[in-house]
């Protein structure tokens, strides 16, 4: 194991990360080491950039999975190496155009008197 794998783990581990965020998280940085054959600590924030960018056009990862990597890449930079001049980004989730309509008073009335069990309609009430 690298020095700088364990004193990632280590500093995850003081931190309180789950086992599920720890597994994550090394995968993310091992994807990272092997997409350019170098060491994480020799990468600069444009190599970082690039491979998000991969991940993200290439790749076409979901939106969550990109964030995972991109908060342990951040993680890396930021809490165990100390680089505070982080220069790598994703974009904003994208949302829905559309919004939930709200019920009207007679909608409202009818989802409540619509139970025929008692049980289940006392619940609503």
Excluded at 28 to 52: H, I, N, S, Y
Excluded at 63 to 68: K, Q, R
Excluded at 84 to 103: A, D, N, Q, W
């Amino acid at each position: 194991m690298t020095a700088l794998r364990e004193a990632v783990l280590l500093r995850m581990r003081l931190k309180g990360f789950s086992e599920k965020t720890i597994e994550s998280y090394i995968h993310a940085m091992v994807e990272l080491a092997r997409f350019f054959w170098k060491p994480l600590d020799t990468l600069v924030c444009g190599q970082v950039q690039m491979f998000l960018d991969h991940l993200i056009s290439v790749r076409r990862l979901a939106w969550a999975t990109i964030n995972v990597y991109f908060s342990a890449y951040r993680f890396l930079y930021l809490e165990v190496l100390k680089r505070h001049e982080t220069k790598f980004s994703i974009p904003s989730r994208g949302r829905s155009g559309t919004r939930p309509g709200v019920l009207s008073v007679e909608e409202v009335r009818r989802i409540i008197e619509a139970p025929g069990n008692v049980k289940h309609a006392r619940f609503l009430a």
